[in-house]
């Protein structure tokens, strides 16, 4: 015991002292993150490269383990050698990163490159365990661990997005692991996880809120790998059998963040590898939270799924973890903290191909040649979905609709989400009136100009049909309903830019 003790505290201190040699370094060298108003919004540069700290020190503190009683193992020496080399190697990559701001390709490659030594060595999954059910993956389980760690490498990179937010999440997880490694007796996983831990919490203390040194990708990739593989060696149930509840439960919170991120930006058009602030931290921070809080809340969290987990592996109720980290996740999208716009984005993909399905299923029928909102079928509801899903395809990003319905008046708005600086350069406009003086006006704009005419008419003609139909399919009692339930989303404001005195 007093050994692992000493073993967290030279990893800590070494982490201390090593920060401040590298923060000074990376100013000499100009490695620094400068604001940008948008994103970036700390007041001034910060140095990177922080990850070279909590990556010699974990490397030091590895050192130090060997001599004890828990680090003398065979077990113990490959792991280790393992992880040192395969994060030394990610740690490399993610310094010149730092400095000269990769692609996103080569990034991806240099990850695949920097994991294969933990799989040439032999540590991969062969089968994995949930619910008492095992499955065989064989020589499947290679590329079944490398997109493992990449998701772990990735998740933890997009994460480190405010000051302390990427330590704090590596802290409790790898904590975490380590107290589930001992639980089944992988002691030599314990202790690297102790390590890693140590690392951060020295690293932390210069990277606290306000920060003064930014870990980089040279840190948020090496705690990434370094977690990754810790979740798969300390939740083996024999040598190459994993039990996936309590590395996937672990991660929950991370991994949830990146899946979101992926949703997000393939249903609004926009490229994986484009940064934005639309994180987990950063919504916490727009609900007006302070960065103390948001790192108290995101931190308790990770505890949280991971102290299911850990009781999971226990008493061997792998449902308990599960409803926790689902009971999170459906918390957070139900308070709107946060997932709660990319479900929506979901449920509207999921409309446009019903949609879709529907006119298909009716001229593969003969019927008459006809939209989805032209159907008897739709209520106002599914036709508005059903006419966003027509014209998107069409260039169409916005979508405004004023109805005068008796003495009921509404409005319906749909925008989709734009970069900043991205502005609509057409629109096409309908108004439609029916016998009994009620109006209904369209108007859809668009970033690229329609590729024809015919184009511009098929638009025009969308929007009359659903401007006839409308009135239809909406009583004055479902007016207010209707314009209640959809969701707005407003486009993001420019930041203004000073003038130079």
């Not at 409803?323 to 990319?342: A, D, N, Q």
């Not at 970033?447 to 008419?457: A, G, H, V």
Request: aromatic share 8%.
């Amino acid at each position: 015991m007093y050994w692992i003790v000493l073993t967290f505290l030279i990893a800590f201190f070494t982490s201390m002292a090593l920060t401040v040699a590298v923060r000074a370094a990376a100013v000499r060298w100009g490695v620094v993150d400068k604001p940008d108003g948008g994103r970036k919004l700390h007041s001034g540069a910060v140095p990177l490269w922080g990850g070279v700290a909590v990556y010699l020190a974990m490397v030091a503190g590895l050192i130090a383990a060997s001599f004890g009683a828990y680090g003398t193992g065979a077990e113990f020496a490959n792991l280790a050698r393992a992880v040192a080399v395969a994060a030394g190697f990610v740690c490399i990559f993610g310094c010149i990163d730092d400095a000269f701001n990769l692609s996103a390709r080569a990034k991806l490659m240099l990850q695949v490159c920097s994991v294969l030594p933990i799989v040439m060595v032999g540590y991969y999954i062969e089968s994995v365990v949930a619910f008492g059910y095992r499955i065989e993956f064989g020589y499947l389980g290679i590329p079944i661990t490398v997109i493992w760690l990449l998701g772990c490498i990735n998740a933890l990179n997009l994460i480190d997005g405010m000051d302390g937010l990427a330590a704090v999440v590596g802290m409790s997880t790898a904590a975490m692991m380590g107290v589930i490694a001992a639980s089944t007796g992988l002691d030599h996983v314990a202790i690297i996880a102790l390590v890693l831990a140590g690392a951060l919490a020295g690293f932390f203390v210069h990277n606290r809120p306000p920060a003064r040194i930014f870990l980089g990708d040279s840190g948020s990739m090496v705690i990434g790998l370094a977690v990754g593989v810790l979740g798969m060696q300390g939740a083996l149930k024999t040598s190459a059998t994993l039990s996936i509840t309590a590395p996937v439960v672990v991660m929950t919170l991370p991994m949830f963040d990146i899946v979101l991120a992926v949703v997000r930006r393939k249903l609004t058009g926009r490229r994986l590898d484009v940064g934005d602030r639309e994180h987990i931290h950063h919504r916490l921070l727009d609900r007006g939270l302070s960065q103390w809080q948001v790192l108290c809340i995101l931190g308790a969290l990770c505890l949280t799924t991971g102290a299911a987990a850990t009781a999971a592996t226990i008493f061997r109720k792998d449902a308990l973890a599960w409803i926790t980290s689902l009971t999170l996740i459906v918390v957070m999208i139900r308070m709107k903290f946060f997932g709660y716009h990319e479900f929506d984005l979901l449920r509207r993909a999921a409309l446009g191909r019903l949609a879709a399905l529907v006119r298909a299923f009716g001229r593969l029928r003969g019927t008459e040649a006809q939209h989805g909102i032209v159907s008897g079928d739709y209520p106002l509801l599914a036709a508005w979905e059903a006419l966003i899903g027509e014209v998107r395809p069409k260039g169409v990003r916005r979508v405004d609709l004023r109805l005068a319905s008796g003495p009921i008046e509404g409005r319906r708005y749909w925008r989709d989400s734009l970069e900043n600086g991205d502005e609509c350069h057409w629109s096409v406009s309908v108004s439609v009136q029916n016998r009994d003086g009620r109006a209904c006006e369209l108007r859809a704009d668009g970033l690229e100009k329609p590729r024809s005419e015919r184009e511009i008419e098929l638009l025009t003609g969308l929007l009359r049909t659903f401007g006839n139909r409308v009135f239809e399919l909406v009583e004055d009692t479902d007016v207010l309903p209707l314009m209640d339930e959809i969701r707005i989303i407003p486009s993001k404001p420019k930041m203004p830019q000073r003038k130079a005195a």
